[in-house]
Structure formats: C-alpha cells, structure tokens
C-alpha cells in the first residue's frame, strides 16, 4: 500500500481537505500535485511541501475549462512520469431554497463538481491506461452523496451524481487496474463549512450555534465535526489499496451521521 514514487494530482488542493490530503500523500512518499484555481496559492503550497521542487508542483487548473485540464494534465505527466492517483476534491457551496434559487449558481455549482470530475478524469485516465501500472481515482463526494439536507438541491445533486460516475470508472478502469471509490465526509469544519454557518442561520431564522448542533451535528454519534485529517487518512488508503477488490465503493466518514 506504499505511495512512494507514486504521482498524485489533487484538485482544490491549495487549502482545506485537498492540502491536507496532499501533505498526507506527500508523507507517504508520493509526488503530488496542488492544482487549483488559485495559482500563486498552488505554487505556495508545493513550495512548503517540499521546497526542492522534486516531489510537489503546482499547477493552474479551472476544472471546468476543458482546455486548461487537458493541458495541466498534459504537463504533470510530462514533468513527474505520468499519473498514479487523482483526487477530485475542488468544489464549493452555494446554499439556498429551491424556490428562489439562481439558474446561474445551479450550473456554477454542478460544473465545478460534476463536469470538473468528468475533465480531470478523462485526462488522467488516458495516462493511467496508457501506463500499464493501474491507478486510484477517487471523489470527494460528502454524506449528501447519501442523504439531503435543505437548501443544498445542486450540492445534493453533484454529490449523488459522483457515485454514478464512481462506478462506471470502476467497471470501465478494472481491466486496465484503475480503481474508482468515493470518500462521503461529514461536515468539515473548512473555509467552505465556516461560510455556510452563518448563511443557514440566516435562511433557517435560528442563531449559528444552533446550526452547528441542531443542523449539521445532530445526527453524529458524538457531537463532533469530522476533522481534514480524517479525510487524508482515507485518502490515503483507498490510493494505495492494492487490487480491485475495493473500487466502486464509498464510504463513509462521518462520526456515525450515516451509517451504511
């Protein structure tokens, strides 16, 4: 289950979970790319990682520019040897009742979730087939892959989506090695799980505290918010898993919100 050597691309990986699991793989011996819309804070993570440049690079990547992809992907294989893992992890949150909701952020929300996984994959499928040394893609889906919850229609939507596409990874990569699972946390307390708090306050008509217990902590075992190293930790086992007997899977980090 050794990730040395291995070349990792993670989507969204300037802050929050993605830098998290990048510092994880980057332990673990991986080379590991932060590609994210933020360039400077790409670059700036790669450095702290490993300042020599050998093992971490950053890169600009809009996962919805079809172009931009196919060409980040394009120059990691050149510079690192290829494409061992990615890691689907860029997305955002725009919460908001169904009724009054924007068409716009509707389609902003599914096309960095949804057709983002969709680019980066496709690229870096081409690579790990054409390797012959398998692979691990893996999502970052979210309890919402499983349950719903108010005010997040298009979250709850890409989120579900990604399991789907988990899957048809799964069959389709399995002769060539490729494995496709999803990890499905709980609410994680990061920049993007900080600005809904006061967001649902507001929609919900309750104070914040009462969003953190009553809304996104009610249902876990312990009261207790999933924490980025939870996720890394679960990153880097499903990379490193040896064979196809775990791939098409999700699971499930969530201190008990879900349980399958």
Sequence with gaps: MSLTDKVAVITGAASGIGKEIAKAFFAEGAKVVIADLNIEAADATAKELDPSG???????????????VDAGIEA??????GIDVLVSNAGIQIVGPIETYKFSDWKKLLAIHLDGAFLTTRACLQHMYAQGRGGSVIYMGS??????????????TAKHGLEGLAKVVAKEGAKHGVRANVICPGFVRTPLVEKQIPEQAQ???????????????????????????????????????PTNALTGQSIVVSHGWFMQ
């Design 54 to 68: 050998a093992r971490a690079m950053g890169v600009a990547m809009d996962v919805t520019d079809e172009a931009q």
């Design 76 to 81: 990691v294989a050149a510079r690192l040897g």
């Design 143 to 156: 309890v919402h892959s499983k349950e719903a919850s108010v005010l997040k229609a298009p979250y709850v």
């Design 203 to 241: 929609e919900l008509g309750i104070s914040e505290e009462d969003v953190v217990k009553t809304v996104m902590l009610k249902d876990t075992v312990d009261g207790e918010f999933t924490t980025v190293e939870d996720v890394a930790r679960t990153a880097v086992f499903l990379a490193g898993f």
